[in-house]
Nanobody, 124 residues
Framework: QVQLTESGGGLVQAEGSLTVSCVSS????????MGWFRQTPEKEREFVAT????????RYGDSVKGRFTISRDNAKNTVYLQMNGLRPEDTANYYC?????????????????WGQGIQVTVSS
């Protein structure tokens, strides 16, 4: 069973930066793609970023492209989301997700394992 635990969320001012982390308990982390999604009460879950099993390839949602960076450290079973140039519209609950295969996906239904989510709030 895979357990994902996010950390690093909080309150930040607009144009500020924040990095959220996600640790996976599973042995399969280093062979599986990972992703970040976000959700607010008003919107459906939105794709943010994904990274393949080795970290060689990444993909981003249009709203965060150029501002957010996903990375991973397989030795630490950890995936990161560095967020720069934050905007109030980035305020959401951010979820880490793990695939069961090495290939990236932008679809939330492509991820069988999910963290509890962590709140990121950007003040104007």
């Amino acid at each position: 069973q895979v357990q994902l635990t996010e950390s690093g969320g909080g309150l930040v001012q607009a144009e500020g930066s924040l990095t959220v982390s996600c640790v996976s308990s599973g042995r399969t982390f280093s062979s599986n793609a990972m992703g970040w999604f976000r959700q607010t009460p008003e919107k459906e879950r939105e794709f943010v970023a994904t990274i393949d099993w080795r970290g060689d390839n990444t993909r981003y949602g249009d709203s965060v492209k150029g501002r957010f960076t996903i990375s991973r450290d397989n030795a630490k079973n950890t995936v990161y989301l560095q967020m720069n140039g934050l905007r109030p519209e980035d305020t959401a609950n951010y979820y880490c997700a793990q695939r069961s295969i090495p290939i990236m996906s932008t679809r939330h239904d492509g991820y069988p394992y999910w963290g509890q989510g962590i709140q990121v709030t950007v003040s104007s």
